[in-house]
C-alpha cells in the first residue's frame, strides 16, 4: 500500500494556495493509487520549536546520559522521521515568505535533519542522506514571478536540504503572479493545476 505525506507549511490555516494545491495533489496521486494511506501534518498547529540550546542539546547528548526533558525532545524528532520514513510519495505546500520558505518548515527540516539518523557524513567526509526511496512533490505559491530567476532562493534550498536528507526525486509546481491581479492568478493556479492534472 502506498503512503503518502502531505505536509502543509502555510501560516494560514484557511485558504493558501499552497495548501490547497498541495491538497489537490494529494487527491490526484491517490486517484493513481487506490487504497493509498493519507498521512498529514500541519506546521502551523504543529508549533515545532526553532532550534535552541534545549533541542540542540539533546540532539547532541548520548542516549544513557539524557535528561527526561531530552528524551521527550528526541521522542519528538524522532515520530516525525518516522512519519517521512514511511512514506513513499511525500507532498509539501510551500508559500513564499519575505523571499524564503516559511520558518515553520524550516523548524520541520530542523527537526527531521539528524547526524547517524537522517544522514551521516563518509569516511571521505561526503554527506550520505539516509532518507531514500521517495517521491517529493512540492506546490510553490507566489505573488510574484520568481522561477528560474537569482530572485528564487527557495527552490536551491530545498532541493539542498531534501537532497541532503537523501530525498532527490523532487517535482515543483508553480503557482506564481498571484498577487498580480485576479486574471494573473486564475491562470498561474490553471496551469499548476495543468501540472498536478499530468501526474
Not at 42 to 64: C, K, M, Q, R, Y
Request: net charge neutral; hydrophobic share 45%.
Amino acid at each position: 500500500m502506498t503512503t503518502i505525506l502531505q505536509i502543509n507549511a502555510a501560516a494560514r490555516s484557511q485558504g493558501a494556495n499552497s495548501t490547497t494545491l498541495a491538497n489537490e495533489t494529494v487527491a490526484r496521486l491517490s486517484a493513481t493509487r487506490p487504497g493509498a494511506k493519507v498521512v498529514v501534518r500541519n506546521l502551523l498547529s504543529d508549533n515545532l520549536p526553532h532550534l535552541d540550546e534545549s533541542v540542540i542539546g539533546a540532539f547532541f547528548t548520548p542516549e544513557e546520559q539524557r535528561t527526561p526533558e531530552q528524551n521527550a525532545i528526541i521522542a519528538r524528532s524522532d515520530a516525525l522521521i518516522a512519519e517521512i520514513q514511511a512514506a513513499d510519495q511525500i507532498v509539501i505546500g510551500v508559500p513564499l515568505y519575505n523571499f524564503q520558505v516559511p520558518s515553520q518548515l524550516k523548524a520541520y527540516f530542523d527537526w527531521i535533519a539528524r547526524a547517524r539518523v537522517t544522514f551521516r557524513y563518509r569516511e571521505d567526509g561526503t554527506p550520505e542522506g539516509l532518507i531514500k526511496g521517495k517521491k517529493v512533490f512540492i506546490t510553490l505559491a507566489r505573488g510574484g514571478l520568481y522561477k528560474d530567476t537569482p530572485s528564487d532562493t527557495q527552490v536551491p534550498y530545498l532541493k539542498s536540504i531534501l537532497g541532503f536528507l537523501g530525498m532527490t526525486d523532487v517535482t515543483f509546481i508553480y503557482a506564481e503572479g498571484l498577487a498580480r491581479g485576479a486574471d494573473a492568478a486564475a491562470t498561474s493556479l490553471a496551469q499548476a493545476r495543468e501540472a498536478i492534472a499530468a501526474l
